[in-house]
């Protein structure tokens, strides 16, 4: 006991510093749950008056996201210690699992749906107790799949497309079954995701964009199918225009923004005025904005950066194993592509995707898949004294 506290093994010899006695970074690990305990006291302050407004208690959407938190952590440590070898050897199983989960979705009495202005919304599963969005999980799934995949591939650039094969038959399906939920913000932040990684696999730029060019019926089922979509768009480009109707959210996060100032209406003033609806989900960097001003907004990205910083470090000391590496460098990427999704939205860079911000956002199902991520990333970035 006495050397792991010195971070010696039990022959006394020295580990890799910033590790605890497995070879998980330390330095990861706290900036981790700085970011999960973080998100949890940000969202006591942002949700509490549409907390009391709808429930009559201000800590409501709190004590649920601290319960969510706990079964994330237990996520975290037992991906966090679970042999990846097993990991990657079940990477098609967890992605066919995955896909099970998001048909199970349109199963009445199993799936469970919510109707709205806009149609009918099939995105959550009805476990009795709790609900949960496999679109969410669907995220980790991929992750891995990519990684082992990416792992297997060692062929030509000459067969470079026989090799997207495979894993399209898995992918494909899940992304359609995510459209038709309909979330249209997590099928463009997991085909980002797939070019992404393809990309970063050396396959040819312009074949990459011949393929791009493939999804473009997928465009072409949101039009038809969901045809206030286009309509989302042009509220997008002038939402003054529609500041009564589809503009009201975005108008009101400009006005989150503008209140908040550098120091917060909390920090300076003691308060709030809360003309954002609902913005403790997608737009929950917008009420940071208006309680901590400009300078909590930036604390928050300097730890992001900070989490960036220390996984790229940690991923250029493995780089000598690949699924590891791949696993690893896909992680990172889906969770800051969340991070830039969330952001161009609150601001108005691109249209209203229902991307929610990691760590912040509330919701159960993307707190425990986020820290799902993060307990892989501190497993393949592991490294043992030996190694």
């Not at 429930?55 to 996520?75: E, P, T």
């Not at 079940?90 to 699992?97: N, R």
């Not at 038959?169 to 932040?189: D, K, M, R, S, V």
Request: charged residues 15%; glycine residues 8%.
């Amino acid at each position: 006991m006495i050397n792991r506290w010195l971070n010696k093994d039990d022959t006394g010899a020295t580990l890799l510093p910033y590790r605890d006695h497995d070879g998980r970074d330390l330095i990861l690990f706290a900036i981790i749950l700085v970011l999960a305990f973080g998100g949890l006291l940000c969202l006591q302050s942002i949700s509490a008056t549409i907390a009391e407004n709808l429930h009559d208690d201000a800590s409501y959407f709190v004590k649920r996201q601290a319960l969510w938190l706990l079964l994330g952590l237990i996520m975290m440590l037992v991906l966090a210690t679970v042999r990846l070898e097993l990991i990657e050897k079940a990477a098609t199983v967890i992605m066919l699992i995955s896909l099970c989960l998001l048909l199970l979705v349109f199963v009445p009495g199993i799936g469970k749906s919510i109707p709205s202005s806009h149609g009918s919304f099939s995105r959550w599963l009805n476990l009795g107790f709790i609900s949960i969005q496999p679109s969410e999980f669907s995220k980790l799934a991929l992750v891995v799949f990519l990684a082992h995949i990416m792992t297997q591939e060692e062929a030509s650039e000459t067969r470079k497309w026989q090799a997207l094969t495979k894993p399209a038959l898995l992918i494909i399906p899940t992304l359609i079954a995510i459209l038709l939920e309909p979330q249209y913000g997590t099928t463009i932040c997991i085909l980002s995701f797939i070019f992404i990684m393809i990309y970063s696999s050396g396959f040819p730029l312009l074949r990459l964009l011949v393929l791009g060019l493939s999804f473009l019926p997928l465009l072409g089922i949101l039009l038809v199918f969901w045809p206030y979509r286009l309509k989302r768009f042009y509220t997008w480009l002038d939402p003054y225009e529609y500041r009564f109707e589809g503009g009201y959210q975005l108008v009101t996060s400009y006005r989150a923004f503008q209140d908040g100032s550098w120091l917060g209406q909390k920090l300076s003033l003691g308060l709030a005025h809360r003309y954002l609806p609902y913005g403790h989900t997608d737009f929950a960097l917008a009420l940071l904005a208006e309680d901590f001003g400009w300078i909590g907004v930036c604390l928050l990205l300097i730890v992001f950066v900070l989490f960036m910083w220390r996984s790229l470090v940690l991923i250029k000391k493995i780089m000598h194993k690949k699924f590891c590496t791949l696993l690893a460098s896909g992680i990172l990427i889906m969770i800051i592509l969340q991070v830039i999704l969330n952001l161009f939205v609150v601001t108005g860079l691109i249209p209203t995707t229902g991307i929610g911000l990691p760590f912040f956002s509330y919701g159960g199902s993307l707190l425990i898949s986020t820290l799902g991520l993060c307990g892989l990333l501190l497993n393949a970035t592991r490294i043992q004294p030996d190694t």
